[in-house]
């Protein structure tokens, strides 16, 4: 099969949160694909995705990528592998994404202070993302497991405003709502970073793949060297609430993308199955690019 990249097609990107996209809209912005070889471009704008996302595979960028539409997206670590058995089985995971980003429970109770005083408070979050599996992971250390209760909301500009209208007391957030939730007199829970997976569809030749991550990690050096010059893009889904100089630059990072290897696949698929998020019909070898 001859190259995308010989056959100048285009590298669709299904859109997630721009803290996530950072190093792809970083690599836009300055042709750096263009000058690598490869057409790159978003299917559609994020701005378009619906913000209850009930059914999984009909979420905007799952919809796009099982659909056809798009060749690549990311998503999180355990989500990325959720999708692969949910969906028809088009793409595999190729590489871990650059963005290592936090996930807080925050709360305006004062009566909830840390992790002990969530036991049986439904927490909203979005049902098999990040936000879902990361409150699982914070909270299983401090209380029973039958007293851990989430409550699905949808996307994380919904889940701060049922915060803040009272219909929840806590939700999980990453940037910039977590920014946005402590300049409106919000506290943090409990916090934890994590990383995503980057999702491709099978039509990519290695060559390209190889050319993509390499973009990418040219862009993750940029953002390094100045973050204030590219916050815009992170805040720019708060619609004006908070500005790029309020965003803490404590609670996101970028490093290079990471090889998703049999030593960091099998120990995320066994914490899913033992949880009941997979039935462990899988393996690496079956999800991830060789």
Request: hydrophobic content about 40%; some cysteine; glycine content about 6%.
């Amino acid at each position: 099969m001859a190259s995308i990249s010989n056959l100048n097609l285009k590298i669709r990107i299904s859109p997630n949160p721009p803290v996530f996209d950072l190093p792809i809209l970083v690599a836009l912005e300055h042709d750096l694909f263009k000058k690598a070889g490869l057409e790159v471009d978003y299917s559609v704008k994020y701005a378009d995705h619906d913000k209850l996302e009930r059914d999984v595979l009909k979420r905007q960028k799952e919809a796009l990528f099982e659909g056809g539409a798009a060749e690549a997206f990311n998503v999180c670590e355990w989500g990325g592998i959720d999708r692969l058995e949910r969906g028809a089985g088009r793409g595999k995971i190729a590489a871990l994404r650059p963005a290592i980003a936090a996930q807080a429970i925050v709360s305006f109770d004062s009566q909830l202070q840390s992790p002990r005083d969530l036991a049986g408070v439904a927490i909203g979050i979005n049902d098999f993302t990040g936000s879902h599996y990361t409150t699982i992971g914070l909270l299983e250390g401090a209380i029973p497991k039958d007293e851990i209760v989430t409550t699905h909301i949808g996307a994380p500009e919904v889940r701060l405003s049922a915060l803040k209208e009272g219909r929840v007391r806590a939700v999980t957030v990453m940037e910039p709502f977590i920014s946005l939730a402590l300049k409106q007199g919000a506290h943090i829970i409990a916090l934890t970073f994590y990383r995503g997976a980057e999702v491709v569809s099978p039509d990519l030749e290695p060559l390209d793949l190889d050319k993509y991550f390499k973009v990418l990690d040219q862009a993750v050096d940029l953002i390094n060297a100045d973050f204030a010059r590219y916050a815009h893009y992170i805040v720019a889904i708060a619609k004006d609430e908070i500005s790029p100089d309020e965003l803490d630059g404590r609670f996101v990072r970028y490093t290079h993308a990471q090889r998703y290897s049999t030593d960091l696949f099998d120990p995320a698929y066994h914490w899913m199955k033992e949880r009941g998020f997979t039935d462990g019909r899988n393996s690496h070898e079956s999800l991830v690019v060789s």
